[in-house]
């Protein structure tokens, strides 16, 4: 509860003004500073903040997110709980709905989602429509911004009704627009969803389904998958989720909302991260060259991909789960040929003093990039596969946004450094 010494005291060196401004879950409000002023006429004191580095842009229950201490939890659960015991289907329904499905909910919440899975022939011929080597993401992109045109009434987003069945659509077709993305990019004919598979098995069915009758998944490579996509599906406000809520605050359909997340995803510095991982590791070629790649991040002259975190100052506790993931892809596989230059790094990262001191420990990016390498997946799919399960965690967010009363279309103030007062010149006389 807060008291009387639950304040900030500034004052203003300007003008000699104190002012007071009420501390609340360790922030203050940045519109207050806007009472700090020289005259009348001031527009007030504005805080600046380049990439959010310190400002909380929302109030939300969905993820708890603890860098220093490496802990991770969806709706107060730990992620190596759920990892553990739970299918990515029930953390969707915990995402959405704030608890943990029984049985009966559960079912229900599964069947909808299997339901559904099925797109309109029409998004088979728009994806169709692009060159045989467009980048997939883009494929995603535009045919998931496409879905808002298949479902006008998806705008009606204050009729609960409407909203959860759009909610329903995007995490059961999404699998379903990734697949025919893959597939047009292999010059594959399009495999339509099998409904008595589960939500992964399904998805390896979509992707890698020839000429047999019936795909059976290895249940090792459908438990990895679903391991990856429970620990894919949130991770607070992140630079797509910003998007997401940002696109959303103007109240646009989840769809449009959406494909803001994934064209934010789309980027080298957040979903392509473990695709570079892929890209250094091929560059170092054998693990005799890995010293020299060593002695030339530390001279700057190379990047480390798939280690540190901006959020993790301690092990990222995502990294941990999905490395035991990886054994059980190896042996259905076979040793990924990366994988000796991919420990031999990891070894390094955590042995020498160079890495330790600067806690730059193996991420998630470094490990799903080795099993999504080992399912022959083309690096261009690698931020397809992370955004099937983000849409849990992005609808979840979105969601949130559209109850929370405080929440207003966002609007970033800056600081104008251009000319002013300019006359404007004549084009004869310039």
Not at 145 to 159: H, V
Not at 247 to 267: C, F, H, M, N
Not at 351 to 359: G, I, N
Request: with cysteine; aromatic share 10%; glycine share 6%.
């Amino acid at each position: 509860m807060a008291t009387a010494n639950d304040t900030l005291t500034i004052t203003d060196n300007r003008t000699g003004k104190t002012y007071e401004v009420p501390v609340e879950d360790g922030t203050i409000r940045a519109t207050a500073l806007r009472d700090i002023k020289v005259n009348e006429s001031d527009f007030g004191v504005m805080s600046y903040d380049p990439a959010f580095m310190n400002t909380a842009s929302c109030r939300s229950a969905v993820t708890y997110l603890d860098g220093e201490n490496g802990v991770l939890e969806y709706r107060g659960y730990p992620i190596e709980q759920l990892a553990e015991h739970s299918t990515y289907l029930e953390v969707a329904y915990l995402l959405v709905h704030g608890e943990l499905p029984n049985a009966k909910q559960l079912d229900e919440w599964t069947n909808k989602i299997t339901t559904h899975t099925f797109v309109h022939e029409n998004v088979k011929s728009f994806i169709q429509g692009f060159r045989y080597d467009a980048h997939p993401m883009g494929m995603l992109l535009a045919s998931v911004g496409a879905l808002s045109t298949f479902y006008p009434d998806a705008n009606q987003i204050k009729d609960p009704e409407i909203r959860y069945l759009q909610i329903i659509r995007l995490i059961a077709k999404m699998p379903t627009l990734a697949a025919f993305a893959y597939r047009h990019n292999m010059g594959q004919p399009y495999v339509y969803p099998d409904n008595d598979l589960r939500y992964p098995g399904n998805f390896l069915s979509m992707l890698f389904k020839m000429s047999e009758l019936k795909y059976e998944p290895d249940p090792r490579l459908e438990r990895a998958l679903d391991i990856l996509f429970i620990l894919h599906a949130d991770h607070e406000q992140n630079c797509s989720t910003s998007a997401v809520r940002a696109v959303g605050s103007s109240q646009v359909d989840p769809y449009s909302a959406v494909a803001a997340g994934i064209a934010a995803l789309y980027g080298p510095l957040h979903g392509g991260a473990n695709e570079q991982v892929l890209r250094m590791l091929r560059r170092i070629e054998r693990k005799e060259n890995v010293p020299d790649f060593i002695a030339g991040v530390k001279e700057g002259k190379e990047r480390l991909m798939g280690f540190g975190h901006r959020v993790y100052k301690n092990y990222d506790p995502r990294a941990k789960i999905i490395k035991k993931a990886c054994d059980d892809v190896f042996e259905v596989t076979g040793v990924n040929p990366l994988l000796e230059i991919a420990m031999e790094l990891e070894k390094i990262a955590l042995e020498d003093e160079y890495f330790v001191k600067r806690k730059l420990y193996p991420n998630v990016d470094f490990y799903s990039g080795l099993i999504y390498e080992a399912l022959h997946m083309p690096v261009g799919m690698f931020t397809v596969l992370f955004a099937i399960p983000r849409t849990s965690g992005w609808i979840s967010q979105w969601l949130e946004m559209i109850d929370d009363k405080e929440q207003k279309i966002a609007r970033p103030r800056q600081i104008y450094t251009g000319e002013r007062n300019r006359d404007y010149i004549p084009l004869d006389k310039r």
